[in-house]
């Protein structure tokens, strides 16, 4: 084994998992296509080019993000500390100046003697991955060349195309006055069983649907904002490849107000249980973690803007004091199967030579993709050096985003940091603020230090 590990990537993963590499004493090759080839979003020479947003979201304690930045801080990150330096007038939130932002991280990154960059699009895994370990952290908008190649190294067919994602709530913030379980046609099917059989089943629907019955009134309400709602614009190369194989819930509903009962809010095969009548319309919540603390709404795929999600789909029964925990999103994101793909140290199961890092893992956001390059660069070293790897506690956020990448799940799809993906607290908590200030404190205290 080649004491030096390749990283395929320059972006915000890349070159945290780069630092860490390097302050570890180990050799590190980074590269990056550009400036010999640019993806559709990409128009910087530098590293860590921020394409989107430049708000690295809440500062707060009692944020998840908050807490990610903070134990990132702790484990000596250098984008986050960069960030810092960078930052510009936001509130709670820490922002920054873009252009600063790269700029520096590039300084940093090409001024450390043990990395050496090559400015080169990488095709082509097999001879790189020879004798070495390599971190592939290609971001959301991989070349497609490298895509199939990675499809070839992990026995897919393709790889995922997060074209069109529902929000996600948290259960505790639905209203159980009005909502219910239950799985469509449960009336007819309990005719057809026994009772044992019956309760087996209600305990099975308990862990995955959550029904919301909607009356005409308020169904109409409902309509009219979801259909005059603001959108996001789309890049034209994502208008491109999205409407092929995925429909907007908004885009549905102006094809006229019927159509949404029709489709995923149809009120077949259901009564309310308050009225014991077929509602109007139901919504439909489907459980999407294994502690089924987090739904997300079936057949919401939407690209409203995120305050008219919360303004929207709070008009929901059951839903007026929803806590959105990730709003639906539309556009290209190519990711890999982590949860069948990858261990919580975003190791490859199939060959541990190679790891992956960055949002092609199925973390979402800026701070989650260099959590990914802390923990992905650091394990890349231990197994290199031959020791024992790192494996965060699942009560901090950063080993949290690790479990949940590498769990099992048929319905796997991005996540952000979040307070649903961590264990509960020993004791009930309703105050949310409490509840969550409890949980990051909670995080740090089990944090390891690297």
């Known amino acids: ?83 810092d330096e960078t930052a510009v007038p936001a509130g709670q939130a820490l922002a920054v100046d873009r252009e600063k932002f790269s700029r520096e991280v590039t300084q940093k990154i090409q001024e450390n003697p043990l990395i050496e960059i090559y400015n080169k699009e990488i095709t082509s895994l097999e001879e790189i991955s020879k004798d070495r370990i390599v971190i592939i952290a290609t971001g959301p908008l991989t070349s497609d060349k490298l895509a199939e190649e990675i499809s070839r190294l992990t026995g897919q067919e393709k790889l995922h195309f997060y074209d069109a994602a529902a929000p996600i709530i948290t259960k505790e913030s639905i209203d159980f006055n009005i909502a219910f379980y239950g799985d469509r046609y449960s009336q007819e099917k309990k005719k057809e069983e026994s009772i044992e059989e019956w309760k087996n089943r209600q305990r099975e629907e308990e862990k995955s ?135 919580n140290t975003y190791n490859l199961k199939s060959n541990s030579n190679i790891f992956f890092a960055g949002q092609i893992t199925g973390v979402e956001g800026y701070v989650e993709s260099i959590s990914s390059g802390l923990v992905a660069g650091v394990n890349a070293v231990k197994m290199l050096k031959g020791e024992e790897r790192i494996i965060f506690n699942e009560k901090t956020m950063i080993g949290a985003l690790s479990k949940y990448i590498s769990t099992p799940n048929e319905k796997f799809q991005p996540m952000n940091a979040n307070f649903g993906i961590l264990p509960e607290l020993d004791e009930k908590i309703k105050d949310k603020k409490l509840k969550y200030s409890l949980l990051a404190d909670r995080a740090i205290e089990n944090l390891i230090k690297i």
């Open 209 to 343: 649907y959550i029904n919301l019955p909607m009356n005409k009134e308020e169904y109409e309400i409902f309509y009219e904002e979801l259909v005059n709602a603001e959108i996001v614009e789309l890049h034209q190369f994502e208008k491109r490849e999205i409407f092929e194989g995925c429909m907007p819930i908004e885009v549905m509903a102006k094809r006229g107000i019927d159509t949404l009962r029709y489709g995923p809010l149809k009120p077949v095969g259901f009564d309310d249980p308050q009225t014991a009548k077929r509602p109007y319309a139901i919504v439909q919540l489907r459980q999407d973690d294994a502690q089924a603390s987090i739904y997300n709404l079936v057949g919401f795929q939407t690209n409203l803007k995120f305050g008219e999600q919360k303004r929207v789909f709070s008009l929901i029964p059951g839903l007026k004091n929803a806590d959105f925990i990730k709003y639906g999103v539309m556009h290209r994101n190519t990711y890999i199967n982590s949860s069948e793909l990858l261990d």
């Open 1 to 83: 084994m080649k004491e030096e590990i390749v990283i395929i990537g320059g972006g915000l993963a890349g070159c945290e998992a780069a630092y860490q590499i390097a302050n570890m004493g180990v050799k590190v090759k980074l590269y990056e296509m550009k400036p010999e080839r640019y993806s559709p979003a990409h128009t910087s020479k530098n590293l860590a080019e921020i394409v989107c947003s430049n708000s690295f979201k809440s500062n707060l304690h009692t944020n998840a993000c908050g807490l990610l930045k903070e134990e990132l801080r702790i484990l000596n990150s250098l984008l986050i500390k960069i960030a």
